[in-house]
């Protein structure tokens, strides 16, 4: 596609299910990466994936959180038993690859998830 | 870790120029990055420095200094659309982390008529 696309753009569910996240890169873009946005904070990192290496999984808070890349195209972030803190913008971002040569970070319109 | 600071808001009016800093404590620097950030939307790329200097792009400009941790965003000639979130990021070289992004927490500028 044209840009990087997200599904859903909201998502409300009670505290102590799970979720799934969708992202869809940029064709031809290798590197992918999610952040998580809350209000007033700066973005956060969580992963990100490059190619058919192993995924920089650093910043996820805590074992609930999981992601997968498929194909090396498709991305799903999960988290499990859902936490209000867990409420946020969930930003997907693309790059045509990582590291020294800097490409930008091209990102998606976000999913907003809220914890009821 | 990485520290990144910019001002949490500035204003400004119409047509004016408005200069807005980024200060960086990083190891292993590996450029820095602006963004653009309007409201219940994606950030958009701006501009990407890792020399020394000032990089020109239309209205807006980008300067980095690596020997102070330093660099800010120029935007001239103002315009209301200009109004949003201004993010700085930076990126590291280091091992595992290359190619993640240290995000500051946004700049809302506001420009008024």
């Known amino acids: 596609g044209a840009g990087v696309s997200q599904s859903p753009s909201n998502k409300v569910t009670e505290k102590g299910k799970d979720v799934e996240l969708r992202c869809d890169p940029i064709?031809?873009?290798?590197?992918l990466y999610w952040y998580r946005q809350s209000l007033g904070q700066g973005l956060e990192f969580l992963i990100y994936?490059?190619?058919?290496?192993?995924?920089?999984k650093s910043g996820l808070p805590s074992d609930r959180f999981s992601a997968e890349r498929t194909g090396g195209s498709v991305s799903t972030l999960t988290i499990q038993r859902t936490q209000q803190e867990d409420s946020a913008v969930y930003l997907c971002?693309?790059?045509?690859?990582?590291?020294?040569?800097?490409?930008?970070?091209?990102f998606g319109d976000g999913t907003r998830l809220s914890i009821l | 870790g990485q520290n990144i600071d910019q001002p949490t808001e500035m204003t400004a009016t119409e047509g004016a120029i408005v200069q807005i800093n980024c200060t960086y404590q990083?190891?292993?620097?590996?450029?820095l990055f602006w963004y653009q950030q309007h409201a219940g939307e994606a950030p958009t790329f701006l501009s990407y420095?890792?020399?020394?200097g000032l990089e020109e792009k239309g209205r807006f400009s980008s300067f980095l200094s690596r020997s102070k941790g330093y660099s800010y965003l120029l935007l001239k000639e103002l315009q209301m659309k200009d109004s949003a979130s201004y993010l700085c990021?930076?990126?590291?070289?280091?091992?595992?982390?290359?190619?993640?992004?240290?995000f500051g927490r946004g700049t809302q500028l506001t420009v008024w008529p």
């Open positions: 990083t190891s292993g620097f590996n450029g």
């Open positions: 994936f490059q190619g058919n290496s192993a995924p920089d």
């Open positions: 420095n890792v020399l020394d």
């Open positions: 971002a693309s790059s045509l690859e990582a590291g020294p040569s800097n490409q930008p970070q091209h």
């Open positions: 990021a930076v990126s590291v070289d280091r091992g595992s982390t290359l190619g993640r992004l240290y």
């Open positions: 064709s031809g873009h290798t590197a």
